[in-house]
Nanobody, 116 residues
């Protein structure tokens, strides 16, 4: 079972940027599709972005298209989420997800707060 550790969250002003990282424990990371999800207080967890194992297929939620970029470095067992033009409504706990053959793993989450 792959283990995931997120980092890079914090407090940022509206319009600012953050880069989240998710490091995976397994050397078979390259076989996993990866994703970022978020959960705001009182709301359900929602998909932010996903990337296939090879990186050739990427999907974004409409709310983040043009502002967020997901990428992965299979040599470093790490997936990234570059977040630009942040808005207060992006405030949430962001979770990293790994999926392979119907099996899922989640990280512990990292808090992102967008506020002036």
């Amino acid at each position: 079972q792959v283990q995931l550790v997120e980092s890079g969250g914090g407090l940022v002003q509206p319009g600012g940027s953050l880069r989240l990282s998710c490091a995976a424990s397994a050397n078979i990371f390259r076989f996993y599709a990866m994703g970022w999800y978020r959960q705001a207080p009182g709301k359900q967890r929602e998909l932010v972005a996903t990337i296939s194992s090879s990186g050739s297929r990427i999907n974004y939620a409409d709310s983040v298209k043009g502002r967020f970029t997901i990428s992965r470095d299979n040599a470093k067992n790490t997936v990234y989420l570059q977040m630009n033009s942040l808005k207060p409504e992006d405030t949430a706990v962001y979770y990293c997800n790994a999926e392979r053959l119907g099996s899922f793993a989640w990280g512990q989450g990292t808090q992102v707060t967008v506020s002036s």
